[in-house]
């Protein structure tokens, strides 16, 4: 009975941190690819003459950034 009642418990513990190890990563993910990944996607781009994928793309984010409510 305490083998039953041990497993349930260390069930719902690493079912909490699984969440938990989720949502971290979620938030890590969107910061790595806000501050990392997008600007090189617009330096590349502008680098290689994709001038025209670029800027709507620098455009959009911009706006997106702007109109975005504050925490």
């Known amino acids: 009975m305490l083998t039953f009642i041990f497993s349930i418990m260390m ?11 989720l949502r971290c ?3 890590v993910g969107r910061v790595l690819f806000t501050l990392l990944f997008l600007p090189l996607l ?6 290689q003459g994709l001038m025209a994928l670029a ?13 975005r409510p504050q925490r």
């Open 55 to 67: 800027l709507p793309l620098l455009v959009v984010m911009g706006l997106a950034s702007l109109l």
């Open 42 to 47: 617009i330096i590349g781009a502008a680098a």
């Open 25 to 27: 990563a979620w938030g």
């Open 11 to 21: 069930a719902v513990i690493f079912g909490r941190l699984l969440i938990f190890a």
